[in-house]
T-cell receptor, first 113, second 117 residues
Framework: AQSVTQPDIHITVSEGASLELRCNYSYGATPYLFWYVQSPGQGLQLLLK??????LVQGIKGFEAEFKRSQSSFNLRKPSVHWSDAAEYFC???????????FGAGTRLAVHP | DTAVSQTPKYLVTQMGNDKSIKCEQN?????MYWYKQDSKKFLKIMFS???????INETVPNRFSPKSPDKAHLNLHINSLELGDSAVYFCASSQELGSLAGGMTQYFGPGTRLLVL
């Protein structure tokens, strides 16, 4: 069965530091992968997505993610974190022919000034 | 212009009541979804409709009944509310089922925070 694992439940970084959020997936075929962000009390905003082609994808707000098939990973990165990046981050894989999104448990990011 | 909107944003109600949540999208998408986010922030799909036809029903209790009057709307009616129904319910939409990859991207509404007392 398809699944997504986000090993880090909670991460704290200092403002201006670099960030990497981990995501591992389990999927038989070529995965369609997504990162969403949820700010406190808000909905889910799409950060970026990977379908095929270049394994390094750029997203909004200065985020990027790299698809590594050999490691079944799709880690999210940002070179310099801003205080406004504090939020919950969800990795997801699209499952099957009916467009069902399978989400990871999320990683809560806290940013220290 | 709000792409995917939900009403109400907050809903506080007593156990046993019946309530509805409405969702509308103005993106011209064919497929709409309901997801539930529990108290631990875990997100799970409940239903999906494509062109007003139910295509995903993820073992959700019969008390939950989605209805899609047209492609732009997907409502969720919940009968006999229970404490465990307290959660955030998200509506989402995507362009077209089985379309090119870009059309499968799902766009989410702001969520409806349901609290059952």
């Amino acid at each position: 069965a398809q699944s997504v694992t986000q090993p880090d439940i909670h991460i704290t970084v200092s403002e201006g530091a670099s960030l990497e959020l981990r995501c591992n997936y389990s999927y038989g075929a070529t995965p369609y992968l997504f990162w969403y962000v949820q700010s406190p009390g808000q909905g889910l905003q799409l950060l970026l997505k990977y379908f095929s082609g270049d394994t390094l994808v750029q997203g909004i707000k200065g985020f990027e993610a790299e698809f590594k098939r050999s490691q079944s990973s799709f880690n999210l990165r940002k070179p310099s974190v801003h205080w406004s990046d504090a939020a919950e981050y969800f990795c997801a894989v699209l499952s099957g022919g009916y467009n069902k999104l399978i989400f990871g448990a999320g990683t809560r990011l806290a940013v220290h000034p | 212009d709000t792409a995917v909107s939900q009403t109400p944003k907050y809903l506080v109600t007593q156990m046993g009541n019946d309530k509805s949540i409405k969702c509308e999208q103005n993106l011209g998408h064919d497929t709409m979804y309901w997801y539930k986010q529990d108290s631990k922030k875990f997100l799970k799909i409940m239903f999906s409709y494509n062109n007003k036809e139910l295509i995903i029903n993820e073992t959700v209790p019969n008390r939950f009944s989605p209805k899609s009057p047209d492609k732009a709307h997907l409502n969720l009616h919940i009968n006999s509310l229970e404490l465990g129904d307290s959660a955030v319910y998200f509506c989402a939409s995507s362009q077209e089922l089985g379309s090119l990859a870009g059309g499968m991207t799902q766009y989410f509404g702001p969520g409806t925070r349901l609290l059952v007392l």
